[in-house]
Each structure stands twice: as C-alpha cells, then as structure tokens.
C-alpha cells in the first residue's frame, strides 16, 4: 500500500468523482480538483462544504477536456490522476460534440500531460462497462455466460450507441498511451450503472436523471425490461482509491453489484416508500417499445438489441483485488431516494 499525498481529480463536481474527493479529503488527502468554470461555486460548494468538514485539503483549478494543457497547472506536484471526467449523456445531437470528442480528446490531453510532469506515479482512470459491452445482447458473443475484464465492446459505433463508443475509445487510448513509456502505470475502473446518494443536486449524469424519472411519475406507465448492473456510488469511490493505492493493482475493474430490471429497482423502492412516488408497476411489451421508439429518442435497434435481454458479470477481481465489500442494493437505492429529499447540508450529514 502506498500512502496518497497529492491527487488529481478531473471533473471533480461530478456525481461519481465527488464521492471519490469527498474519501479523499475523509484520508487527510490533498486534492487537486479541476472544474469548467470555476467562478461557477454553485457547481462544487458540496465540495467546499466537505473540505471544511474534513481533514483533507481542498484546491480547485479551472480545464476543460478540450483544450489542451489546461490539466496542467493543476497536476503540478500530484502523485496520482484520477480522470473522471467525460459526459455521461445518452441522447445527443451530435454524437462528436457531445460525446466521443471530450471522451477521446479528453484522455489524450490528460494523459499527455501526465507524460510532462514527473511526480505523477500513477492514473486511475474511469471508464465503464460499456468498455466491456455494447449491446446487453453482446453477452451471446462473448463465449461465457457473464462479461469479464478479458471482454471489449466491439458493437458501438458513432450512430449506435455513441456513449459506449465514446467510453471505449477512450479507455482504448489510454491503455495505447501507458505501453508507450515506462515512469506512470495505468489501472482503470470500469463501473456499471451508479446508484446511491448524490452529493449535489447539479449533475446532469443519466444516474441522476434515471432515479428522478423513476419517482417523478415519468415512468408511471411502465418501463421496457432492461437489465442494468448497478453499483453503489460509494463503493465505486473506494476502488478508485483503491486502486490508488494498491501497489499491485492492475488492469480492469468491473464495479457491478447486482443486475436488476428498472422495474426490480422499482419494487425495491415500493417497499421502503410505498405509494409515496409515482413508480412504475409494469413493464411494457418490447412490440409496443419497438414501435414507438423513434418517437421516444430510441433506435429500433437499440430495442432490439438490448429490450428483454438479460446480462451477468464477473466481479470477483473488484472483490479479491481491491478489496471492495458491496453495499446492499436496497441501501443503494433508498439511500439515493432519502438523499433527494434532504438539502445538501443535511445529506452529507446523514450519508
Ligand atoms: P457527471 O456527474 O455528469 O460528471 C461528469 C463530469 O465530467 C462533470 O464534472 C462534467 O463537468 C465533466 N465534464 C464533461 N465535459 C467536460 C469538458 N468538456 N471539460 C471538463 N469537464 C467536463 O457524471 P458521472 O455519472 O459522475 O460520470 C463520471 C464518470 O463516470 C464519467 O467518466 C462516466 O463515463 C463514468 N461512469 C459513470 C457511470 C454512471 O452510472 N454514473 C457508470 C460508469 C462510468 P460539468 O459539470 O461542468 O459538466
């Protein structure tokens, strides 16, 4: 184990990485927190909160993924990078703009800059199992019956599934970049989808998005079975630290808990909140979804391809190698409900 003294975190205001820089601070780590505008406080006074509240220090710094060198001020002197950040969004104009280009663009510049500054021992990178797999159909192509670290996503293309794509890309890149030099070494993250307690109220993450729609009465009619796997937010934040530390660390980390339908994760909610949220009761005929789709935002295939087609994962490696205890997935997802009816001030409190 290696102690962390000065870490990196991009996109620090983000749902995933404020965990992940709220940890930190909890270890009396200095952190290296780069946001898009910093005069924009509102974006990460959680995070000026939990510095006051921990013995960590806090030092924010203004880059964007898309201009060049402008990691580089705030990496001066950091042992380890934690690169978070890259939009998680599904539906985009442009799938370049909006998604493939800060992914891909974005871990190129980072990790360039990484190559200039040579206190950095280490990167963390955080990719997703969409690296792994595209279309929850992929599970047939693989040659086992659950994904594992050894599976990439070979489906995704800029007009089907661009998020995916973009992730894979990116992770891709990362791995060309490390081979080529020998001074830092890479161990990335590889999570499925996040649940659990947000910190702000300001991320416009899909996992944010997902638990409003779920309890906002959009989804009131039904919801298509799509078999996700979930995680808690906080246990992906302790494999990044992990990950950080471990001297042996290595690889891919698939971060799943359990794999559950949006109606699964409905019903677990039923039970702790009863009524009190319009949740969805019923899942719609995938024929009905297929057929509205493009109304909807949704490609026929992408109905195709992953409506009705169940998944499995291999965690064991996040368990053996970094240690990771998985929390239960109905704390998971009361915590997030509890987390949203609270302010900020109370839910770091109570989290
Ligand atoms: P999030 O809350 O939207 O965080 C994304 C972060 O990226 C924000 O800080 C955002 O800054 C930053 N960002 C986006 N474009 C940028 C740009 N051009 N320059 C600088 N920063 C930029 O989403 P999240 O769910 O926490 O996702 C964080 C990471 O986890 C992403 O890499 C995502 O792919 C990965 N991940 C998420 C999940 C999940 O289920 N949530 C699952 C697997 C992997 P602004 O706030 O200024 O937009």
Redesign the pocket.
């Given at each position: 184990m290696t102690d962390l003294h000065r870490v990196l975190i991009?996109?620090?205001?983000?749902?995933?990485?404020s965990w992940i820089v709220k940890q930190l601070l909890e270890q009396g780590v200095t952190v290296h927190a780069t946001?898009?505008?910093k005069s924009n406080t509102s974006?990460y006074q959680h995070l000026l909160d939990i510095n006051e509240q921990t013995p960590g220090s806090l030092h924010v710094f203004e880059?964007?993924?898309?201009e060049s060198g402008s990691f580089e001020e705030a990496m001066i002197g950091c042992d380890v990078v934690m690169h978070?950040?890259?939009?998680?969004i599904l539906q985009v104009d442009d799938p370049y703009e909006g998604l493939i280009n800060?992914a891909l663009q974005?871990t190129e510049n980072v990790l360039e800059t990484v190559n200039k500054i040579s206190s950095v021992r280490r990167v963390v990178l955080?990719s997703?199992?969409v690296a792994i797999f595209g279309d929850n159909q992929d599970i047939n192509k693989v040659g086992h019956d659950r994904f594992t670290e050894a599976d990439w996503n070979t489906t995704s293309n800029a007009d089907h599934q661009p998020y995916p794509y973009s992730?894979t890309l990116a992770e891709r890149r990362a791995w060309q970049m490390v081979e080529v030099q020998d001074r830092w070494d890479l161990v990335v993250i590889n999570?499925?989808?996040?649940m659990g307690p947000p910190l702000s109220e300001q991320?416009?993450?899909?996992?944010i998005k997902t638990m409003q729609q779920m309890t906002d009465g959009t989804l009131k009619m039904g919801v298509p079975e799509l078999h996700n796997g979930v995680v808690d937010v906080r246990n992906v934040a302790e494999a990044h630290i992990a990950a950080a530390q471990k001297d042996h660390a290595e690889g891919r980390h698939i971060l799943v808990n359990k794999v559950l339908t949006l109606l699964e994760m409905s019903e677990i909610l039923r039970q702790e909140f009863g009524s009190k949220y319009a949740l969805p009761k019923r899942e719609l005929p995938k024929f009905l979804i297929w057929l509205v789709a493009p109304t909807v935002g949704l490609t026929r295939k992408y109905v195709k391809q992953n409506v009705g087609c169940p998944i499995a994962f291999n965690n064991s490696k996040s368990i053996e190698k970094l240690g990771i205890n998985y929390i239960p997935i109905d704390k998971t997802l009361t915590d997030h409900i509890r987390a949203m009816e609270v302010g900020t001030k109370e839910k770091m409190a109570s989290v």
């Open positions: 991009t996109g620090a205001n983000g749902y995933v990485a946001v898009r505008n974006k880059a964007d993924l898309l978070t950040a890259s939009p998680f800060p974005g955080t997703s199992v992730k999570p499925g989808f996040v991320s416009g993450s899909e996992s």
